[in-house]
């Protein structure tokens, strides 16, 4: 009976030995695994930062051309974007670096609970592939050829919509919805926001 009961004992203590190096080994996959979605990770803290700023940069754009003289427009656009520039190189190391701190805690518990070991290796060896990188090097040609041929053939359509939007915006805000000559026909433009300078 004590042999038993020693035996038992010993294969209790084998099998949560086992369990903690099986976690142990699962936790190290995960980490790997977090490591590798560095890029992705600093991608989403770049968009938050340049999203940000968008909309002041947007309202800066459409101030620059509708009430800055013109002989003054270049100085002033390259002032502003000194300052969008200055904003994104003070606040991207701030979200990306917290973001990567953040990232064992918020994404590995996801991780442990819905991979397996197997499926952890599977999606590691798949990350760090020649494969995975070339597609990744692909995937800005494949959505900018679609992007290009889906406006192309939608434009005729989203024009309309577009100056009929402008044309309601303007009256609900009670602006003039008149357009300004020559410019009938066309679709409203606005003045393209430069994005920061990207590091």
Do not use: C, H
């Not at 599977?122 to 959505?143: T, V």
Request: no cysteine; hydrophobic share 45%; charged share 25%.
């Amino acid at each position: 009976m004590k042999k038993t009961l020693k035996l038992a004992l010993v294969a209790a203590t084998l099998a949560t030995s086992s369990i903690g190096w099986a976690q142990d080994g699962k936790a190290a996959l995960v980490k790997q695994l977090i490591d590798l979605q560095r890029p992705g990770i600093e991608v989403l803290a770049r968009s938050l930062v340049e999203d940000s700023s968008a909309p002041i940069a947007q309202a800066g754009s459409g101030y620059l051309q509708s009430q800055v003289p013109a002989e003054k427009r270049e100085a002033a656009a390259k002032a502003a974007d000194a300052e969008l520039k200055k904003y994104f190189d003070e606040a991207y190391p701030i979200l990306r670096d917290k973001a990567m701190a953040l990232a064992p805690t918020t994404l590995g518990p996801v991780m442990t609970e819905n991979f397996s070991e197997d499926e952890l290796r599977q999606l590691i060896a798949w990350l760090s592939s020649p494969l995975r990188k070339k597609y990744d090097e692909l995937n800005p040609k494949m959505g900018e050829a679609l992007t290009k041929q889906l406006v192309a053939e939608t434009k005729p359509t989203i024009e309309p919509k577009l100056r009929a939007l402008d044309a309601s915006v303007a009256k609900a805000l009670g602006a003039p919805t008149s357009a300004p000559a020559g410019a009938q026909g066309k679709a409203p433009a606005a003045a393209p926001a430069k994005a920061p300078a990207k590091k």
